[in-house]
């Protein structure tokens, strides 16, 4: 997203050697490349309807948005979720000793506990503190359910017993009962019995000297219910106000009660949405407290890495994936960050895994300095624009929640439901026709990898609130390369059924300069469904149908797909159809948009045709049914 340079700076000589340029002679370079095609092409939208332009000019006038102090890091957190409290008090100390400045306690029953988590129960709480020192400027973060809330006063029990100061101790406490509402679809009671309940609960933390903050309003339950931005940011702020109101009406003034909540976001791959959003919290919290007669103080922001953007599939991507999502978060102004391991969602991961997560922090901050510079997207003409847009896209959001009477009423409503289902449903298309790509799920796959490595520990469903009286739509998680992953599961229960993967044979016509784009374009296609593809054994002699018919009995695949180009499809792709077709094949692809040859095509065999923009997941798994019934 460049900025289009609007003067010539006085103080690069090398640029006084140039006319300065502007964004009329940059448009109408542009114009002679679209050779007539709409500029509005060049201009993309995102899940909210929020228009993203080609270029930009400079933001003038724009000023750092206050978040943490300036030139200081963020916190490194580290998630503790061993199901075995001693093996995670084991995991904790060396997060520690290795560079992390924080520890993220995930208990059992937590919206982010991924299937594990650790025991909500004192006990568990006490070992896996064992000789971490909560005096020393550690951070302490709580991931707790609806299940564990009473664990925040066993902590502090527990704090106290030690002999520690409260005061001296830096706990986000995390309690969420809108968060754990949505996530369960359900409430054990009306908001009017829950509010007074975690009101009193940070009275009695404050009361014992710890500072909080204690009410977290946690966005990742949109985001991992597939959410735009908007939604996201919506959510968290109608969260903060519900509890804001809620601390105001158990007697806490407005200006200490703004220091007992924080936010939580999700932080994925899209570094300049994931950027803004952060940016645009700061901003809309601001208006909040300004509404309230409060001078704008920094909110707490903690990030956290993107569950649905995780692939069990070359799970090692992940780690770009994850390092373009702390960037963003980083560079945004987030307070901490936890960077979720690459393996998290094939199981438990192991100790290089955490490594992983824990050092892709560690390199931005030691070694890229990111922290170094406070809120450096600042005047940036791209990242300026998107911030304004969100705010004004996720304010009217949340006065459309407030309307409805708040966070709860909204949720019992299915109001916040609908729309984030409505956005999922919007993602889900983009994925399957491969316009959201997931690399190493949903294009370039490696059908030959080797599983990484996890840690041998069983996984934990959530326990069903058996007492619930209130119920409606839950906000279910979801990742964004499911539906693929089934495919190439089906790939490898085939592989351990028959010793070998289903098949697809690719009929390369004329020379290679003709099929070698759609033959590669085809092979991603297929491979990403666990169809292999297979390459005659050496090239066809262009036109020869009786050699074309050889190769493709001879590679034993049911499945054919024509690779060449648009001329050759006019010369020979009628006859190579039909040839195959003679000669056995069950369903034959076309790779390429057959445009006026398609009635000429079908007519001659060819059933399908494959092209950037086709729904993949419907062909392939229309491709394993014809495969499952012969």
């Known amino acids: 997203m460049p900025a289009a340079p609007d003067d010539v700076v006085s103080d690069l000589p090398l640029a006084a050697d140039f006319a300065p340029a502007t964004v009329d002679d940059w448009r109408k370079l542009v114009d002679g490349v679209l050779k007539g095609a709409p500029f509005e092409t060049l201009i993309a939208k995102t899940y909210d309807g929020l228009a993203i332009e080609p270029i930009y000019t400079r933001a003038k006038g724009a000023h750092a948005i206050a978040s943490r102090a300036a030139g200081a890091p963020w916190q490194v957190m580290q998630r503790i979720d061993h199901p075995d409290a001693a093996q995670a008090n084991a995991q904790a100390l060396h997060d520690l000793d290795n560079g992390a400045s924080g520890l993220t306690l995930v ?5 982010g506990a991924r299937g594990f988590g650790l025991p ?15 005096d020393a400027g550690i951070s302490i973060e709580l991931e707790m359910g609806p299940q564990s809330r009473a664990i925040a006063l066993c902590i502090a029990d527990d704090i106290r017993t030690r002999g520690v100061d409260p005061a001296a101790c830096d706990i986000r406490f995390g309690l969420d009962p809108l968060g754990a509402c949505a996530a369960s679809g359900s409430s054990p009671s009306p908001w009017s019995d829950i509010a007074p309940a975690v009101a009193e609960t940070a009275k009695k933390l404050t009361a014992v000297g710890f500072h909080g903050p204690f009410l977290v309003a946690d966005g990742r339950i949109i985001h991992d219910a597939g959410g735009s931005e908007a939604q996201e940011l919506a959510f968290v702020l109608a969260s903060l106000v519900a509890y804001l109101r809620a601390l105001e009406s158990a007697g806490i003034a407005l200006d200490d009660a703004r220091g007992m909540i924080y936010a939580r976001l999700a932080a994925d791959a899209d570094q300049f949405l994931t950027l803004a959003k952060f940016r645009a919290l700061r901003l809309l919290w601001a208006r909040v407290e300004q509404a309230c007669g409060l001078a704008p103080k920094p909110l707490f922001t903690a990030a956290e890495t993107a569950w649905r953007m995780l692939t069990r599939r070359d799970p090692y991507v992940n780690m770009l994936r994850a390092t373009i999502a702390a960037f963003s978060a980083g560079l945004g102004g987030a307070d901490s960050l936890t960077v979720l391991p690459h393996t998290l969602a094939l199981g438990l991961p192991d100790s290089f895994a955490r490594r992983i997560a824990r050092n892709t922090q560690l390199i931005l901050i030691e070694e890229s300095n990111l922290a170094k510079v406070a809120d450096p997207a600042a005047g940036s003409g791209g990242i300026e624009a998107l911030t304004r847009q969100l705010c004004d896209a996720a304010w009217t959001q949340f006065q459309d929640i407030e309307k409805a009477g708040g966070a709860f009423a909204a949720l019992t409503q299915n109001l916040i439901q609908r729309d984030v289902a409505a956005t999922r449903a919007a993602r889900e298309a983009g994925v399957a026709t491969r316009r959201d790509v997931l690399t190493g799920a949903s294009e370039f796959p490696n059908l030959h990898e080797r599983p990484a490595a996890v840690l041998d520990a069983a996984t934990h469903a959530p326990e069903p609130c058996g007492d619930a009286k209130i119920t409606f739509d839950a906000l279910a998680p979801m990742r964004l390369a499911a539906a693929f992953e089934q495919l190439r599961n089906r790939s490898d229960d085939w592989l351990q059924t028959t010793g070998a993967r289903p098949t697809i044979f690719l009929a390369t016509l004329g020379a ?12 991603s296609f297929f491979e990403t469904g666990g169809i292999e593809a297979i390459d005659p054994p050496s090239p066809l002699p262009v036109g020869e149908t009786v050699a074309l018919a050889a190769a493709f009995k001879a590679s034993g695949a049911q499945l054919v797909c024509l690779c060449s180009s648009d001329q050759v499809y006019a010369d020979q792709g009628a006859a190579a159809a039909r040839t195959l077709h003679a000669a056995g ?5 076309l790779a390429g948009r057959p445009g006026k040859l398609e009635a000429t095509l079908r007519s001659a065999g060819v059933q399908d045709f494959i092209f950037a923009g086709v729904d993949a997941l419907a062909i392939l798994n229309d491709a394993w049914r014809r495969l499952e019934q012969r």
């Open 120 to 134: 909500p129960t004192a006990e568990a709480v006490a070992k896996a503190l064992d000789g971490v020192c909560l």
């Open 107 to 111: 208990f059992a029953d937590a919206i």
């Open 512 to 523: 290679a300069a003709d099929f070698t784009a759609r033959a590669t374009f085809a092979r």
């Open 585 to 589: 094949a069950c369903h034959i692809y």
